[in-house]
């Protein structure tokens, strides 16, 4: 996947926010709260941050390609970096991306959910 694409993906999400912040990375958010970020890999290939589940983190802590996520994930927070593309699918990322925007989404407030049109079920 390519930032571009990673862009147009999380673009389509509901109530999500663009913002670029931290050395230029491609940060989305919902509600405010961060769910995806595109950039922080040192040799500018591409790498994309996202919020996982606490079994999904150990799963993917474990997988090539993948690595629990600088920053985030030394504070104790179950964030995944995919910085190697040889290994994973983009419909593997794009899952995992989809998952982080509706994790982060119902960590807010049921009145933020409401406003926002989310997790109305």
């Known amino acids: 996947m390519t930032?571009?694409?990673?862009?147009?993906?999380?673009?389509?999400?509901?109530?999500?926010?663009?913002?670029?912040?931290?050395?230029?990375s491609d940060v989305w958010k919902v509600g405010g709260k961060v769910f995806a970020i595109g950039g922080w890999e040192k040799d500018d290939?591409?790498?994309f941050t996202f919020k996982t589940s606490e079994l999904n983190f150990l799963v993917l802590s474990d997988q090539p390609g993948y690595r629990p996520?600088?920053?985030?994930a030394s504070r104790g927070m179950s964030w995944i970096q995919q910085?190697?593309?040889s290994a994973p699918e983009d419909n593997e990322l794009t899952y995992y991306l989809k998952e982080?925007?509706?994790?982060?989404?119902?960590?807010?407030?049921?009145?933020?959910?409401?406003e926002l049109g989310l997790n109305q079920d």
């Open 69 to 72: 996520a600088p920053y985030f």
């Open 3 to 24: 930032y571009e694409e990673f862009n147009e993906l999380c673009r389509t999400l509901p109530a999500t926010t663009y913002v670029t912040q931290w050395g230029s």
């Open 100 to 114: 982080s925007h509706r994790i982060v989404s119902l960590g807010l407030t049921k009145k933020k959910q409401k």
């Open 45 to 47: 290939s591409p790498a």
């Open 83 to 85: 910085y190697d593309f």
